[in-house]
């Protein structure tokens, strides 16, 4: 199986500020089956980002993500007051999904 | 608009069985892989089950955590995606979400249910 290990584990910023959230993967994982997901308290999580890089559907364009292999970054450009949010990397291989363990991004 | 509402959740005791329901709207059920995905209380997200579409078998998927004693099956007719769970655990205890599979998107989940509780305890 392989395991999702993002860092950091919380992101403390103020609103304007730009965020760089990290997941390493303890295996090569396709770029087509990494997914960035956003959850906010008390809500179900929401897809932000599939096979890596491509925005979901609404997402808006501060949000963006990049990487390979094993490792790929969601990056905010601007903290919008609701982004402030937990995050999680996914990936898809040999029919089974993973999930890291997930980044808050907190107000500082 | 694209729902998901997850029903069936509650309390049950240990060893007890549990089926969940997914009822959908708003989309052609038939075409879309479905998936449940799991959170403890103040955890994070862990991947349970997931069915293929009947035109490629309609074949499941269930993490070792489960397997054996969870099953997901689907009624294309209804529209409707079903987590039956038997022998279950206190570890087991987590809200249970419904989700739609995306297979242009490499089988991301991108629509999901508001979740359902369940609480395995004595």
């Known amino acids: 199986e392989i395991v999702l290990t993002q860092s950091p584990d919380t992101l403390s910023l103020s609103p304007g500020e730009g965020a760089t959230l990290s997941c390493r993967a303890s295996?090569?994982?396709?770029?087509?089956?990494l997914a960035w997901y956003q959850q906010k308290p008390g809500q179900a999580p929401r897809l932000l980002i599939y096979g890596a890089s491509s925005r979901a559907t609404g997402i808006p364009d501060r949000f963006s993500g990049s990487g390979s292999g094993t490792d790929f970054t969601l990056t905010i450009s601007r903290v919008d007051p609701e982004d402030f949010a937990v995050y999680y990397c996914?990936?898809?291989?040999?029919?089974?999904?993973?999930f890291g363990q997930g980044t808050k991004v907190e107000i500082k | 608009e694209v729902q998901l509402v997850e029903s069936g959740g509650g309390l049950v005791q240990p060893g007890r069985s549990l089926r969940l329901s997914c009822t959908t709207s708003?989309?052609?059920?038939?075409?879309?892989?479905m998936s449940w995905v799991r959170q403890a209380p103040g955890k994070g997200l862990e991947w349970v089950a997931y069915?293929?579409?009947?035109?490629?078998?309609?074949?499941?998927e269930h993490a070792a955590s489960v397997e054996g004693r969870f099953s997901i099956s689907r009624d294309d007719s209804k529209g409707i995606a079903y987590l039956q769970m038997n022998s279950l655990k206190t570890e087991d205890t987590a809200v249970y979400y419904c989700?739609?599979?995306?297979?242009?998107?490499?089988?991301?989940?991108?629509?999901w249910g508001q979740g359902t509780m369940v609480t395995v305890s004595s």
């Open positions: 996914q990936q898809h291989g040999n029919s089974r999904w993973t």
């Open positions: 708003g989309f052609t059920f038939e075409d879309y892989p």
């Open positions: 069915i293929r579409m009947k035109i490629y078998g309609g074949t499941t």
């Open positions: 295996q090569s994982v396709s770029s087509n089956y």
């Open positions: 989700t739609r599979a995306l297979r242009a998107s490499g089988d991301t989940f991108d629509i």
